[in-house]
């Protein structure tokens, strides 16, 4: 074990992006979800989601997509390699401060 400073990424680290990442990332089925999906599924405001997913959006953590399904346009969100990347490092930082902490 190093005593090397675990950095959690500040960016993801927030509870309400960590949601969306977790979402985005947990979902094998497909690669990316519609924005009214995720906002029902974590419970936010359409202000809310937006705000946080422009967040990761500037950090280059996913990107939105839209377009039309018949008349209604349809937002898409889905997580870059950047993105899956810096999810993947985020839990690996936070698993070795947890295992750090239950093997003290």
């Known amino acids: 074990m190093t ?3 675990i950095v959690l990424n500040e960016t993801i ?3 309400t992006r960590l949601r969306i990442m977790t979402l985005l ?3 094998p089925e497909t690669d990316r979800l519609a924005y009214g999906f995720i906002q029902r599924t974590l419970g936010l405001t359409g202000g809310n989601l937006t ?3 422009r967040k990761l959006e500037d950090a280059d ?4 997509t839209k377009e039309f ?3 209604k346009p349809r937002t ?3 997580a870059t390699q950047a993105g899956r990347r810096a999810f993947a490092e985020y839990l690996a930082n936070l698993e070795r401060a ?3 902490q239950l093997h003290r």
Do not use: M
């Open 25 to 27: 990332v947990g979902q």
């Open 76 to 78: 898409w969100v889905q």
């Open 13 to 15: 680290h927030q509870a």
């Open 69 to 71: 399904v018949g008349a």
């Open 98 to 100: 947890l295992n750090g």
């Open 3 to 5: 005593d090397a400073a």
């Open 61 to 64: 953590y996913l990107v939105l």
């Open 51 to 53: 705000i946080h997913l």
